[in-house]
């Protein structure tokens, strides 16, 4: 019996569904057992790294902290017991092997995660944050939220569509759709631009573990690298006895962190317990040397009981340090990096409309979204905002509009419009990227201003009878205004926007019967920017 | 693993596997197609049941008495609903407004008319509508979910998918245009508007409720409204239509917003033709009915009468 992996592998699983779930629960009226925002405030790299680039201690930030104060006790827990990333990638290596790897190869992958956190971190220092591009609870929510659910719900819909079609809609299969409908399916939240590329990088991830077991784990996730950092001073350690039956190889481990000579790195293990059975030569066991029992060190084989903390300290890992050459490489890498200008900032998101690029109108943000370059700094790109809008009008942004931008929240009139009295996306935001406003204050907050254009607009450029846009304005005092005109003997009625009631919410636009391109359309310009 | 090889026998395999998938899924969804489009009239024929009276008009504090006072004065709800009956009720959820907003069909009425459906003895009671805003905000927001479900209705988003090209034996341009089947599909339709200011129809009431069960791209019906609503309404031929008068609408309709807007009529308005409810709900804006495109419509085509004078109405105070 291996209670101890089977523990480690119910955690994992719970943890992992318990993820699906709050993102699961992520819509109107978000009423799940826990709060979104809760994944990643408890995401030490996240709440850290965004607030020094802030300047400022954002809300939740102690809660993270409170993980690295576990990570001090307990060693890299998170990794291998909870990390919904690290739960996907195991399972997904589960088929494969572990190859036996020695102290070279290991001593040159494990510290590259490190000079990944070194880059984000001299990045957060001057005020840039990018922990959101390889965060693994950010990548793993942007999937979750963004592909896996969408395309299964959206097949679910599709197999019942089909059935309904057949069987038609008022017997016992109309009614399971229906109740499944407003209970767990949800209607409409279906789409979202370049899915396949949430995918693809998701699919990458978990297709290096191919290579070697927890590739990602060990050489580039930035958040295992911080937990690394605690897991130094653990103090559950692994002791192994090597002498009690001979053997002369070592366990296998998927980390790598048990070296050649059996002892391990403390700060590369994640707990995993597979050494404690994988191996039966070596007595493996983890315990808490503090309270070691007396009789155990008056053992007379002491000398081949291995202590993290004899033999692990003075290499070249991440205890050693690092070289000065290594150490201005970190330095200057962020610095060089920014001279290709990859995260440059100035052409997106223009409330102007005079941007040029991709976007030259700028961009259309969720209700309340911060100035843009706080905006962009806060925002982890995790997707929560996208999910629980309930019009599905929030949309990522491509990589087309650059780098700085790339996955970050745009409102897409054509998709789904800004429900008016929703303030959903704000109570989603973990990191106050987007404001939290209560009801009756989002009713003034402008997201841009809608323009018609009578070229095309039916009852300008078509004399006909439409006034969808008029119709649909949820301000009650209508920000569309209707001028009644007699043309040809025909009574019409052309609309005009008071730009200065116009909250830019974008229903027009959404309704707005002609195409391929809509009458009226939005634009950021005066949006309400704090 | 072993793994199989790609000869020629398998590559020709693989591929009359593939082609014998798509053809079953193609005749799958072919035959779904066939039976959505047949050819001739695929509305609801008028059963031709009329009440005790042209028109019920009932007044009252209590919008869910006023309704049943109104269709028991009509001949009781069992001359509209029979044993076993699926019954539509098709109320206004177009908009996130809260009932005292008047933007949306009151629930009391909607709640009086589920429960005689079911004690006419329905075995079904549908509710639902094609909404503006957001479903699910609507249905909860209007207070129509909760007190449907809890009369036992059955209530759910409509499904906009689930349509069939409209045909009526006649020329028309609602023709082609898809319409939710389950609309048409039902023993019993019971249309409940709320009487309210519509900036392009001057008012909105039982006619232009029936935009609720149109899929597609509605904004287009906007253009020649009157005609269009006229030849909707003789394709679904609503069994009854009771009009909420209870709260109204005056200016910026049809979403309103601001309690300023709102009056109390506290009026209910049953009666079996369409085209006479509307007419007495608009003279009770002050409106001439015949000010209404799509009542002018149908009166001129014969299918209804706008004539308040001449019609025998009874009121309930």
């Known amino acids: 019996m291996k209670k101890l992996i089977i523990a480690r592998r119910v955690s994992q699983a719970s943890f992992l569904l318990l993820f699906i779930y709050v993102l699961w629960s992520t819509t109107y009226p978000l009423k799940g057992l826990i709060h979104p925002e809760m994944l990643f405030k408890t995401d030490p790299l996240i709440m850290i790294m965004t607030s020094i680039a802030e300047r400022a201690l954002i809300a939740g930030t102690i809660l993270s902290v409170s993980m690295l104060i576990l990570t001090i006790i307990l060693g890299r827990f998170f990794c291998g017991w909870i990390c919904p990333l690290g739960t996907m990638i195991d399972a997904g290596g589960a088929f494969g092997k572990i190859k036996r790897e020695n102290d070279r190869l290991n001593d040159k992958i494990h510290p590259v995660k490190l000079y990944v956190l070194a880059a984000i971190l001299i990045f957060a220092v001057f005020g840039r944050q990018e922990a959101w591009l390889l965060d693994p609870i950010v990548l793993m929510a942007r999937f979750i939220s963004l592909v896996l659910i969408p395309f299964v719900t959206s097949n679910i819909t599709f197999i019942f569509e089909l059935l309904i079609r057949k069987f038609g809609s008022q017997g016992a299969i109309g009614d399971l759709y229906h109740s499944l409908q407003s209970s767990v399916l949800g209607i409409k939240v279906t789409y979202f631009a370049h899915s396949w590329l949430i995918l693809s990088i998701f699919a990458a991830i978990l297709a290096v573990t191919a290579l070697m077991?927890?590739?990602?784990?060990?050489?580039?996730?930035?958040?295992?690298?911080?937990?690394?950092?605690?897991?130094?001073?653990?103090?559950?350690?692994?002791?192994?006895?090597?002498?009690?039956?001979?053997?002369?190889?070592?366990?296998?481990?998927?980390?790598?962190?048990?070296?050649?000579?059996?002892?391990?790195?403390?700060?590369?293990?994640?707990?995993?317990?597979?050494?404690?059975?994988?191996?039966?030569?070596?007595?493996?066991?983890?315990?808490?040397?503090?309270?070691?029992?007396?009789?155990?060190?008056?053992?007379p084989d002491e000398g081949s009981i291995l202590d993290s903390s004899a033999a692990s300290r003075p290499q070249n890992d991440a205890g050693g340090g690092i070289s000065r050459k290594k150490f201005l490489f970190v330095l200057l890498t962020p610095l060089l990096l920014s001279g290709f200008k990859f995260n440059e900032r100035k052409e997106i998101g223009k409330p102007e409309g005079q941007g040029h690029g991709p976007k030259p109108e700028g961009i259309i943000r969720p209700p309340a979204a911060l100035n843009e370059d706080d905006f962009l700094n806060r925002c982890v790109r995790c997707g929560n905002c996208m999910k629980v809008c309930p019009t599905n009008g929030l949309q990522p942004l491509s990589p087309e509009t650059g780098y700085a931008s790339m996955w970050t929240p745009e409102l897409v009139p054509e998709t789904g419009y800004c429900e008016y009295k929703c303030t959903l996306c704000g109570n989603t935001c973990p990191t106050g990227a987007i404001k939290r406003v209560t009801q009756a204050e989002k009713l003034s907050i402008k997201l841009g201003t809608a323009s018609i254009d009578r070229s095309i607009c039916i009852a300008w450029a078509g004399n006909k009878e439409c006034i969808v846009c008029e119709e649909h304005c949820p301000i009650y005092e209508k920000a569309i205004k209707l001028k009644e005109e007699v043309v040809g003997g025909v009574r019409i009625f052309r609309p005009s926007i008071d730009e200065a009631l116009c909250v830019g919410c974008g229903i027009c636009q959404n309704k707005c019967p002609t195409r391929p391109v809509r009458a009226v359309r939005v634009s950021p310009r005066n949006s309400y920017r704090p | 693993m072993a793994t199989k090889k790609l000869t020629r026998k398998n590559f020709l395999k693989m591929c009359l596997a593939g082609l014998a998938g798509l053809a079953l899924g193609g005749k799958f969804l072919k035959d779904a197609a066939a039976a959505a489009t047949s050819s001739g009239f695929n509305g609801r024929p008028n059963k031709g049941i009329k009440g005790d009276y042209d028109l019920v008009v009932a007044k009252g504090l209590d919008p869910y008495i006023s309704t049943v006072k109104a269709v028991t004065g009509l001949g009781g709800m069992s001359r509209f609903v029979k044993k076993n009956d699926v019954v539509l009720i098709k109320p206004n959820i177009g908009w996130d407004r809260s009932p005292e907003q008047a933007a949306n069909t009151n629930p009391q009425v909607v709640a009086a008319l589920i429960d005689m459906s079911f004690q006419a003895g329905a075995k079904r009671v549908n509710v639902f509508d094609v909404t503006c805003n957001d479903a699910k905000r609507t249905y909860d927001n209007s207070g129509i979910r909760a007190i449907a479900k809890e009369k036992g209705a059955n209530v759910y988003f409509a499904d906009d998918w689930n349509t069939v090209p409209m045909k009526l034996s006649y020329d028309s341009p609602m023709n082609e245009w898809p319409i939710l089947k389950d609309a048409i599909e039902c023993d019993t339709f019971i249309n409940v508007p709320i009487l309210k200011h519509h900036s392009l129809a001057g008012l909105t009431i039982s006619m232009k409720n029936l935009m609720g069960i149109c899929g597609g791209d509605r904004g287009r019906i906007h253009n020649g409204i009157g005609r269009k609503l006229a030849d909707l309404t003789d394709f679904i031929n609503p069994e009854l239509t009771v009009v909420d008068a209870y709260r109204v609408l005056l200016r910026h309709g049809p979403v309103g917003g601001s309690l300023d807007d709102v009056k109390r009529l506290d009026t209910i308005i049953a009666g079996t033709d369409p085209v006479l409810a509307d007419a007495y709900a608009a003279k009770l804006m002050d409106t001439d009915p015949m000010s209404l495109s799509c009542i002018k419509e149908a009166v001129a085509r014969g299918f209804g009468s706008a004539d308040i004078d001449k019609a025998n109405i009874l009121n309930i105070a």
């Open chain 1, 213 to 299: 077991k927890r590739l990602w784990c060990r050489g580039l996730c930035p958040l295992g690298a911080l937990y690394s950092f605690a897991a130094r001073f653990s103090m559950l350690r692994r002791v192994v006895d090597i002498s009690a039956k001979g053997g002369t190889g070592k366990a296998p481990c998927r980390m790598g962190a048990i070296k050649d000579d059996s002892s391990y790195k403390k700060s590369e293990c994640i707990l995993c317990m597979d050494c404690v059975y994988s191996y039966p030569p070596h007595l493996t066991r983890f315990s808490w040397p503090l309270f070691r029992h007396p009789e155990e060190n008056q053992r």
